[in-house]
């Protein structure tokens, strides 16, 4: 019994240190500091408990042993996924990893923190003194009385907790709450438990999923229908698409200058183009799933999950309706360019659900030595390479670019960017900018090979922003260079830092401007539609059209706080945007505010329904046909580009065939030192004689 005290006690701290230094749990009274200080206690005494049932000494220390070493997994891991995600891990998300499999290794070593030791160091010096004998193995069997005390024990402790929670905060595990409220009310094991118990429920209720559970998300999305803009729909018809995806780009970084240089001076220049049409309130709408939870926004008009990456946890069967499907079934060619490995967020699957014909990934790039960062190619060479693929896919198109480069931990080779970072104390910010005016260069290195290939002119190109890049955590440090005082930041401060950019630029157009709507990530696709003169009233899109008059400004992000012109909510706490204060709405405006918040939770309650159950299995708009993701293989992409160019022979309207069968890969200019450095023997200089002076 002294030994499992022992190492209760040890778990308990090291626990509490995870609270009150790496998490961030809102403390606001005394009352749940108490609650957080007893509820690890009850779980860890549950659990290690189970040991006691193991009479014999030879099962009965390795087993509690291997517990603790377990449930220290499960600690450190949440810490480092905190830090990161400033969430909690979920089952799903564990369980999702081994999706996830590749580039998470040099994040996480960036994300550890000195004090880290602390977490495995007692299972160190137990360990060492066990082995020295300076702690004694008790050799006499344990009555099964003790286990069974215990066990109570720690069940009557964690109902007390329980009770205590649901004092300060009602409803805790019936109603929806942040998951911060149960880990501060109940702790991570209790937390961890509860989402397995969830997670299988959603399994179960997908099996027994039904066809009229439609009718209620049809009825929603047709009552927030938004008819385009007349003068809008179709103006890029027939046009190639091109998408880049701005790795952890927000708004600020546009136009924004450091130590007197502009750190993305191309993309200024685009955004305030007459060739487009930039927003400057658009907002990411992420959840745990981030990079992929942009991507399920753009292709398929619905919301990523409240929990987890739909990628990694439906993308391998769930049926959709997705953008690559709907314009291939238009006549155009769909494939996505990215320097990572396929199976990072389960893309090599979720890509042939969507229905992506092509998915170039690392396999088709030389991604050794420094030209890879721990995410992937590095941008400039992941433009200038997929030209070779570019160039033989039929016309129209519609293509994606994952960038990777302005990706946490901001980390780029010195001879990749001379760019002088701001000091503000804090490395991540520092380099934020660094990487951010990298992609700046690739971009503008991509704009002039679509310039000189002939490209530019029958494209219009998307450039959004897929979520943040510098977490609440760091934004303190930001605000300096915001002109904000950190000591006044708030709230308020991190929702409107959630900005992220979006530009449509269509090259040759003159009436582009600068648009102050109000939208999200979610709007996307039907504005995109629109633009390209597609109906998108026959799929379920949870968004509207941008330039539609009849769009609904409430932005919901995936934690149900929102954005609207007005108004925002965070965390049930409503700020005015003209004050940037608090307020407390009463009378019209509280029932203004609680519309909108309906709606907020309307919209996500449905998609995760549509999303959870399955339910577009059951939903067939007119015209489209279901993708059959047998029909896609990423192995051999080029191979099957150039056969299909044989094939039609005159009739191929790639830029290959159009350019007289003659590569364009030429016109592509690039400064990447990691191509630029190179030297053959042909054109190196071999020097005989080193005393030789006649200049020979």
Not at 238 to 249: A, G
Not at 364 to 371: L, M, V, W
Not at 400 to 418: A, W
């Amino acid at each position: 019994m002294g030994f499992v005290t022992l190492l209760v006690v040890l778990f308990w701290l090291k626990t509490l240190v995870a609270y009150f230094v790496d998490f961030k749990l809102g403390l606001s009274d005394p009352f749940q500091f108490l609650i957080v200080i007893l509820n690890p206690l009850a779980t860890t005494v549950l659990l290690f408990g189970l040991a006691l049932y193991l009479k014999r000494a030879r099962f009965f220390y390795p087993f509690i042993f291997l517990i603790d070493i377990l449930n220290t997994l499960l600690l450190y891991i949440n810490v480092i996924y905190f830090r990161e995600f400033t969430d909690f891990m979920t089952v799903s998300t564990v369980l999702g990893y081994s999706k996830v499999d590749q580039g998470l290794s040099g994040s996480s070593l960036a994300l550890t923190s000195p004090h880290d030791i602390l977490y495995w160091l007692d299972l160190v010096i137990v360990l060492v003194l066990m082995l020295m004998r300076r702690i004694y193995v008790d050799p006499r069997p344990v009555n099964k009385r003790v286990g069974l005390a215990v066990t109570s024990a720690a069940l009557l402790a964690f109902s007390v907790n329980l009770t205590l929670g649901e004092m300060d905060r009602p409803q805790l595990l019936t109603r929806t709450f942040d998951r911060t409220y149960v880990v501060k009310y109940l702790g991570l094991d209790a937390f961890t438990v509860y989402d397995g118990i969830k997670s299988g429920h959603t399994s179960e209720m997908r099996s027994h999923a039904k066809k009229s559970e439609l009718s209620g998300i049809l009825k929603y999305v047709h009552k927030n229908y938004a008819a385009p803009d007349k003068k809008l729909y179709g103006v890029a018809k027939k046009k190639n698409v091109i998408i880049i995806h701005l790795e952890s780009f927000q708004q600020f970084l546009i136009n924004k200058k450091v130590n007197g240089q502009e750190v993305t001076p191309f993309l200024n220049k685009l955004y305030r183009s007459k060739s487009t049409y930039s927003f400057d309130n658009f907002f990411h709408e992420v959840g745990q799933g981030k990079t992929s939870d942009a991507e399920t926004m753009l292709e398929t008009g619905t919301y990523g999950l409240s929990q987890g990456s739909l990628f990694t946890q439906l993308g391998n069967d769930n049926t959709f309706q997705a953008a690559p499907a709907i314009f291939n079934q238009a006549g155009y060619t769909t494939a996505v360019f990215h320097g990572n490995v396929g199976s990072f967020w389960n893309r090599n699957n979720t890509y042939k659900n969507l229905g992506y014909q092509y998915f170039f990934d690392a396999s088709y790039y030389d991604t050794s030595g420094d030209k890879s960062l721990g995410y992937g190619l590095k941008d400039k060479l992941l433009f200038n390479d997929s030209v070779k693929y570019l160039q033989h896919l039929q016309q129209p198109f519609y293509v994606k670019y994952l960038t990777v480069s302005n990706h946490f931990p901001f980390s780029l080779d010195s001879e990749d960017s001379n760019f002088k970072t701001p000091d503000t104390g804090d490395k991540t910010v520092d380099n934020y900018f660094k990487t951010a005016n990298y992609l700046d260069q690739s971009i503008k290195e991509f704009y002039h090979y679509l310039n000189k290939s002939g490209l530019a002119k029958n494209s219009l190109v998307m450039i959004y922003g897929d979520h943040y890049g510098i977490s609440n955590s760091s934004n303190k440090s930001l605000a300096k260079l915001l002109g904000v005082d950190p000591d006044d930041w708030n709230d308020y401060d991190n929702a409107q830092l959630q900005r992220v950019p979006l530009m449509f630029n269509m090259p040759g157009y003159t009436k582009g401007k600068v648009e102050h709507t109000y939208g999200g990530e979610i709007d996307v696709l039907p504005t995109l539609m629109h633009l390209m003169g597609m109906n998108t009233k026959k799929y379920l899109q949870f968004g509207t059209d941008l330039f539609s008059s009849e769009h609904n400004q409430v932005v919901a992000f995936r934690n149900r706080d929102w954005e609207s012109p007005g108004y925002t909510s965070v965390d049930g706490t409503i700020y005015s945007n003209k004050t940037q204060q608090e307020i407390h709405p009463t009378g019209k405006l509280k029932a203004k505010i609680e519309k909108m918040q309906k709606h907020v939770n309307q919209g996500l309650n449905y998609s995760d329904s549509l999303n959870s159950k399955n339910l577009l299995r059951f939903y067939h708009p007119k015209g489209f046909t279901a993708v059959d993701p047998a029909d896609y293989n990423y192995s051999d992409g080029l191979q099957k580009a150039e056969k299909l160019e044989k094939k039609l022979g005159l009739k191929s309207t790639s830029l290959f065939s159009r350019n007289g069968d003659k590569s364009t890969q030429g016109l592509y200019k690039t400064d990447a030192p990691e191509l630029n450095h190179k030297q053959t023997d042909s054109n190196r200089i071999k020097i005989t004689n080193p005393d030789d002076t006649s200049g020979k």
